[in-house]
C-alpha cells in the first residue's frame, strides 16, 4: 500500500531554518512529486514539485530563493530545505505524489497525499 510520511515540522523563529523529509513506500519511486502547505483558515497551496529525476523543479513565487527541494530516490524520500522562514509560512505541510512524471501545480493533480507536518515559525 501506497505511504507518504512527513516528518522534520516544528517551531523555529523567523529568519530559521527546518528541512522537512518525506519518505515514501509501497509504490515505485517514479513519480514526479511535490509539497503543498496549508495555514489555519485558508485553502491549501503549492509550495515546490521535482520531477522523478529531480532535473526540473518549480517553486511558488512566495519561497523562491528560500526554500528548495530535492529527492534521494535510493532512499525514497524528497526534502523541503526552508532557509529565512517568515510567520507567513506558518502552516501544516503536506508532500503528495503523481503517478505521471510532470510537474504540476495543482491540488487535483497529486494521487497520493502524506498526512503532513506542522510548522510554526513565531516572530
Known amino acids: 500500500q501506497e505511504q507518504l510520511v512527513e516528518s522534520g515540522g516544528g517551531l523555529v523563529q523567523a529568519g530559521g531554518s527546518l528541512r522537512l523529509s518525506c519518505a515514501a513506500s509501497g509504490f515505485t519511486f517514479t513519480h514526479s512529486m511535490g509539497w503543498f502547505r496549508q495555514a489555519p483558515g485558508k485553502q491549501r497551496e503549492f509550495v515546490a514539485a521535482?520531477?522523478?529525476?529531480?532535473?526540473?523543479?518549480l517553486y511558488e513565487d512566495s519561497v523562491k530563493g528560500r526554500f528548495t527541494i530535492s529527492r534521494d530516490n535510493a532512499k525514497n524520500t524528497i526534502y523541503l530545505q526552508m532557509n529565512g522562514l517568515k510567520p507567513e509560512d506558518t502552516a501544516v505541510y503536506y508532500c503528495a505524489a503523481r503517478k505521471i512524471n510532470i510537474i504540476s501545480t495543482m491540488i487535483s493533480g497529486y494521487d497520493y497525499w502524506g498526512q503532513g507536518t506542522q510548522v510554526t515559525v513565531s516572530s
Open positions: 521535482i520531477t522523478r529525476r529531480g532535473d526540473s523543479t
